[in-house]
């Protein structure tokens, strides 16, 4: 059985690497591209690195378009898939890569961004843990699924386990991030050309504003925090994609070594795509590249009392269309795993 597949926002980042992922899915055809100023060219000539689907020509982004397929994926600008998804028929499974379905909170909404709130989503992350158990629980038979923000997902499931485990504690939680510039999408944008990256280490969003930090909070009280708080800061490095996160956490005083380390064991022991790695091991984003995979390392600063967890993810895969998929998957009774790779690609 082959289910027909619609792509929105078929011409960006996100858009192009749902479409590299569904050309090898055994279960999916897309039938439909869809995109915004590129409307009317061919796929080729706005990915023309997506051989297999280079005949395809990207369609105007309408609720018609998106119309009579069984998966609709949506990857466009934060406030354009709110307004669209009203549209599209409640029997599609329809997955949105943006933020429009994220946030539980209306008043996180407008905090942090801006226009209308719209309602959330069963969130896309199937290995964060919610109320003892796995998120991938509520995406079974799902039909509407809101897909993580890169970094926002990075850091939840670097911390969910020892807040879950009550190992470490929830307030004065920091997170650094190294991410690549493909994070922020191909629009132009002035910060993000290659003269202001290469040879540099950028800062942005610095001091509380990223918008991430209401999802990882949300994320963080599934796992069982009640009012975490979490100092936050990302930082662009010349590589065009990847995620690397160094979360740290005060450790409950009294914790034994051993309790930590199987917190994460136990969060992830069983997880096709969510690995600890062995204890004096550290990922690199080199280890991630291409793949539907996070790694994760784990140190214990006992002088500084911190949990130190340095975390790697592609951000176009595992941080956005690599879990759009694998939630898919789950949501259609599919195999979790299928059309997702684990092996990444290097050097
Ligand atoms: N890049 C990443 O790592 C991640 C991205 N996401 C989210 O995925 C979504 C897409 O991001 P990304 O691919 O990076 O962005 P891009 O800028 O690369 O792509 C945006 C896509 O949306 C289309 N588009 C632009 N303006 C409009 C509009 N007004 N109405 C309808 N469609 C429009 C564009 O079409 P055209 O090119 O034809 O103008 C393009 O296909 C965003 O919500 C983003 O936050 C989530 C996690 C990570
Ligand atoms: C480099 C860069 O700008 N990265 C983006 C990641 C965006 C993302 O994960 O997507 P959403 O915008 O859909 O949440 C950022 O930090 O905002």
């Not at 995620?243 to 051993?258: H, K, N, Q, W």
């Not at 199987?262 to 590249?289: I, K």
């Not at 592609?314 to 795993?337: H, P, Y």
Request: net charge negative.
């Amino acid at each position: 059985m082959s289910l027909s597949v619609a792509v929105a926002g078929a011409s960006g980042y996100a858009g192009g690497e749902l479409l590299r992922l569904l050309a090898g899915h055994p279960d999916f055809t897309v039938t439909t591209v869809t995109a915004f100023s590129n409307a009317g060219q061919s796929l080729a000539s706005a990915q023309p690195h997506l051989r297999s689907l280079g005949h395809l020509t990207l369609a105007e982004t309408t609720a018609q378009s998106l119309a009579g397929h069984d998966v609709v994926f949506l990857a466009l600008p934060h406030g354009k898939s709110g307004e669209l998804t009203e549209h599209l028929p409640a029997a599609a499974l329809v997955v949105d890569c943006g933020a429009d379905h994220r946030l539980r909170s209306a008043s996180d909404w407008a905090a942090f961004y801006p226009g209308q709130y719209f309602e959330a989503w069963d969130y896309g992350v199937p290995e964060l843990i919610v109320g003892g158990a796995k998120q991938r629980e509520a995406l079974v038979g799902s039909r509407r699924i809101a897909a993580p923000g890169c970094n926002a997902s990075t850091v939840a499931l670097a911390l969910a386990p020892g807040i879950a485990a009550g190992v470490i504690e929830e307030r004065d939680l920091v997170a650094v991030l190294a991410v690549g510039p493909s994070g922020a999408g191909k629009a132009l944008k002035l910060e993000n050309l290659a003269s202001e990256i290469l040879g540099s280490a950028n800062p942005y969003a610095v001091g509380g504003t990223h918008r991430h930090i209401p999802e990882i909070l949300q994320g963080l009280r599934g796992a069982g925090a009640q009012s975490p708080t979490i100092s936050f800061t990302p930082v662009i490095v010349p590589m065009s994609r990847g995620i690397l996160a160094t979360s740290t956490a005060r450790i409950v005083p009294g914790t034994s070594a051993t309790a930590i380390r199987d917190a994460w064991e136990s969060a992830y022991a069983d997880e096709p795509f969510v690995h600890l790695l062995p204890a004096g091991s550290f990922p690199r984003t080199a280890d991630v590249l291409g793949a539907n995979t996070a790694l994760i390392g784990l140190a214990i600063d006992e002088a500084a009392g911190r949990v130190v967890t340095v975390t790697a993810v592609d951000n176009l895969v595992k941080g956005t269309a690599g879990a759009a998929i694998q939630s898919a998957n789950i949501a259609l009774g599919l195999r979790e795993t299928a059309g997702l790779p684990v092996d990444g690609v290097a050097p």
